[in-house]
């Protein structure tokens, strides 16, 4: 399909790969979809701008740049940033079309239904749109596309004048006359509400007059004045500002403009230097709109589309919009007048480029789509290079999951390591992301259909890198397929995909009364189907291997205790929920492995107590200590914590030993003491990423294991009961 990205500062139209429908969505074959010309051209113009200036305006970015530098080297980090650079980002968030296909749990909509789409990032400039369920509306029948697909800005503009809480009969004064003041002043109107409108651009005052405002006030003019006296030298009961200007100036006027004890409503993005004898005395509301209403910006409500009951959230995000389109098909909002440009989707950069460099900017432009074949928009796969080889000795490997870490890391990893690997695709469920990925790390093609890798004969192996929810699921799919398997931790969220997996590899159904499948396995020797590999990275770094040649000749038992200072992550965040399965299973079973590594011992017996939060920002799993007694003797400590200072170091071991401590800090550095094994240190923090790769190919090649599997699945059972204990 083709979509619309900025890359930059330019706007090309690029064939990406089709976006595949989810669970709570559906498929939109788009007619029309509207330009924002206020929050996109910002865009564009942050994107034209040059690293330097970036860093001069966003230092933020700076600092963790330099960490990010400091803890993965300054490869890595040019890395993504030169992704981000090449890559262009997708723009749009207001359009209209057709179903075209409609995923599980979704009961309101059926194909062929005409509806209009919202949300930055989801409702794109694209042929086809994903849409979750609400985000999106039915348009009326008697309501076209075009207008319809102007609904993201309808519903701001809505939201602003429900803050606001205009009543019949009562004057309101809107500041900026853009497409979004436009439609504020009409929808005032409707409201019962006389209104005063002003705008530096005299042209935008006479369009509102025209369309219905009472009174417009020109630029030359005082308009603190003006509103005064229009008001009987009350002032007005509110203003909403719809203005785009880094100027101060604006929300002083406003408050100014207002009578006692009137209201200001923030929509438009202005300097907010406030100046406290301008409201202080009048004792003047100022609220701020968020976008399209509540709803907005929730996970749980957009993305997973749990609604709000009508009877506590009257107007939601998605009854605004709903609303606004019934207005238009009552023609109680004239767009016509407002729409004043139109393009095709083809000529989207010649859009782009005169709202640039024109002077008079249109209130509101259009895309067109054409209304080519279904099939060839719908099409998951898109080729990116077309001389695509592979040099003698090479692994074929496919990534599936185009998230942060797999840019970050994994794949400049595979790059380093090109006598082992040749990226041969690139799965991600953005098409955008697919192929700009694709094209940086010269995959032959892109696609957001994993299966498209599956089903190729020429894939040798997948590096499995989505949410954690997804990873057994996939890796059985690429176990059945005869695919050689590297997948993210962790290796399951529950036993029963546990057990599924296990019995894929092995090619034997696993017992259901065993009281651990990982000593079965031991005991059983089995032969894999596949080489499987989860990302246990750490046992990999160097400093471990270090410290498992010093231990591995022991007399006595260890005792190990490892703090992972894990830093605090919002409840709402994705890890947490559903997807993620919790820290405990999604982060610490990397440290159950390093133990089974370093003691290479089954495990006899596993306690855990968690910290219980006196406060609604942790979670049970959050800050815990779990202690895991092996059967060679040894004893092993975790304890895992979101409490402590992110200026400390993130990870510490110490081991005990045969009159030996092993110390390692952040893998950075390892001190041994009571032993003639010189220690070890790095500049840069070393877990063991690059290697893990690399003993996953000498694994294929060799017809070993890179980890014995039954340590593998040990790690996941140790988190499984960690997890229980902690909830107990």
Known sequence: MKQVLIKRGQAIVEEVPSPKVEAGHVLVETEYSCISIGTEMSGVKEGAKSLLQRAIEHPEQVVLAARMAVEQGIGRTLSVVRGVLESGYPTGYSAAGTVREVGAGITDFKIGDRVACAGAGIANHAEILNMPGNLLVKIPENLDFREASTVTLGAIALQGIRRANPTLGETFLVMGLGILGQLTAQMLKANGCRVVGFDPDKSRVDQARELGMEYGISPDEDAVARVVQLTDGYGADGVIITAATASDEVVSQAFQSCRKKGRVVLVGDVGLRLRRGDFYAKEIDFLISTSYGPGRYEPNYEKKGLDYPIGYVRWTENRNMREYVSLLSENRINLEPLIQKEYSLDDAPTAYEE???????????????????????????????????????????????????????????????????????????????????????????????????????????????????????????????????????????????????????????????????????????????????????????????????????????????????????????????????????????????????????????????SVTPATEQYAENDNFIATIKYKDGSVCNLIYTALGSKDYPKEEMEIYVDNKIIKMSDYRKLDIFGSKEKGLATKTVEKGHLQELEAFARAIKEGTEAIPLWQQVQATEISFEVEKKIFQ
């Not at 990534?399 to 794949?411: P, Q, T, W």
């Not at 929810?469 to 962790?490: C, S």
Request: hydrophobic letters at 40%.
């Open 355 to 609: 709202l640039k460099t024109g002077k008079d900017k249109p209130l509101m432009v259009l895309l067109r789509y054409e209304k080519e074949g279904l099939s060839s928009k719908l099409t998951s796969h898109v080729g990116v290079t077309t001389n695509w080889q592979k040099r003698e000795g090479q692994l074929r490997i496919a990534l599936i999951g185009g998230g942060d870490f797999a840019k970050g890391m994994h794949l400049p990893n595979l790059r380093r390591l090109d006598r082992d690997y040749s990226v041969y695709a690139v799965m991600s469920r953005t098409g955008a992301n697919a192929k700009a990925i694709a094209r940086q790390f010269e995959a032959k093609y892109a696609t957001t259909d994993h299966k498209d890798i599956l089903k190729d004969s020429v894939t040798d192996a997948v590096l499995i890198s989505t949410r954690h929810n997804l990873h057994a699921a996939i890796a059985m799919d690429a176990v059945k397929a005869g695919k050689h398997v590297f997948v993210e931790k962790p290796m399951a969220l529950d036993k029963h995909d546990l057990i599924s997996l296990c019995s894929l590899l092995t090619g034997k159904e696993m017992p259901d009364d065993v009281k651990s499948i990982a000593s079965h396995i031991r005991a059983m020797r089995y032969e894999l189907a596949v080489n499987f590999l989860v990302g246990f990275n750490r046992r990999f770094s160097p400093f471990m291997q270090r410290a498992r040649r010093i231990v591995s000749s022991r007399t006595n038992p260890m005792i190990i205790n490892y703090r992972m200072n894990a830093g605090f992550i919002p409840l709402t965040h994705w890890v947490h929920g559903e997807e993620g399965g919790g820290r405990n299973i999604g982060e610490a079973c990397h440290i159950y492995d390093l133990f089974n590594f370093l003691t290479d011992a089954e495990a006899e017996s596993i306690s855990a107590h």
